[in-house]
């Protein structure tokens, strides 16, 4: 089991940008997939980013393709999420999910075995 925790949510005016981080604890991080998700009030739970255990291969929603970015490294057992050009649709809890085994990047969240707490992501117009 790994213990994962984001940070770095907050409130951001349109067109804003934020970084978001997770954390995570153990020795093995590099040898998970990442992704992170978000959910917004009454919403579903929706796939955000994706990225594979070297971070050679990521994969995107159509929806924040182009404006988000997400990185890891490894080295600090760390994968973040850049957000740019943010819009009100941004705003939602983010979560960060790590799953155990893989080699490229995984889309579904049933996929994951691990989640972190949230983070709040606001984003006023």
């Known amino acids: 089991q790994v213990q994962l925790v984001e940070s770095g949510g907050g409130l951001v005016q349109v067109g804003g940008s934020l970084r978001l981080s997770c954390a995570a604890s153990g020795r093995t991080f590099s040898t998970y997939p990442m992704g992170w998700f978000r959910q917004a009030p009454g919403k579903e739970r929706e796939f955000v980013a994706a990225?594979?255990?070297?971070?050679?291969?990521?994969g995107y929603a159509d929806s924040v393709k182009g404006r988000f970015t997400i990185s890891r490294d490894n080295a600090k057992n760390t994968v973040y999420l850049q957000m740019n050009s943010l819009k009100p649709e941004d705003t939602a809890v983010y979560y960060c999910?790590?799953?155990?085994?893989?080699?490229?990047?995984?889309?579904?969240?049933?996929?994951?075995?691990?989640w972190g707490q949230g983070t709040q992501v606001t984003v006023s117009s």
């Open positions: 990225i594979s255990r070297s971070g050679g291969s990521t």
């Open positions: 999910a790590a799953k155990y085994r893989g080699y490229t990047y995984y889309i579904g969240a049933s996929e994951y075995d691990d």
